[in-house]
């Protein structure tokens, strides 16, 4: 599985340093610092609107320690990070793209259309059904259980886990 450097959510707010507490109002940031997913959480009364620089913003609440819940997938911040990583050259963050490709494709948001051949790539054409948007994802091939460990950092990096 390939390493990703991506942090889970704090239990900080990253303006006032003060403990989140179990039931609290949250809200998060996903920055691109570097090349790197950088999570950043705030107390609601720390918010002051989605920072200009976030690729993707959410609310949620702390949940107690311990406690194991259903993820509440929130397909329009996958698309948010979809749209961010269309440029992208790290080969770790193309394949969180493709995965989140995926993932928006079991979603039904997208809707696969072809495959591309350019070279030896593969690439996956696929189409936004709200938008009609056409999007090429590069397919990097990866095993199961690479596609497994990648989506379980996407659930981790978005508090979903």
């Known amino acids: 599985m390939i390493p990703y450097q991506i942090q889970g959510p704090a239990r900080l707010c990253s303006v006032t340093g003060r403990e989140l507490t179990a039931g609290e109002k949250i809200y998060s940031a996903l920055f691109d610092e570097a090349g790197q997913f950088v999570r950043k959480d705030y107390a609601a009364s720390a918010w002051l609107g989605p920072p200009e620089s976030a690729v993707a913003w959410w609310s949620g609440r702390i949940p107690a320690i311990g406690q194991t819940r259903r993820p509440t997938i929130n397909d329009d911040l996958l698309l948010d990070c979809f749209a961010h990583l269309g440029e992208a050259t790290e080969q770790a963050q ?68």
């Open 94 to 161: 193309r394949n969180f793209r493709y995965v989140v490709a995926l993932l928006l494709m079991r979603r039904k948001r997208f809707k696969f259309e072809d495959v591309i051949h350019r070279g030896d790539e593969e690439l996956l054409l696929l189409r936004d059904v709200r938008s009609g948007t056409r999007h090429e994802v590069l397919d990097p091939r990866l095993a199961d259980d690479e596609i497994s460990g990648v989506q379980d950092e996407v659930f981790r990096v978005l508090g979903w886990e």
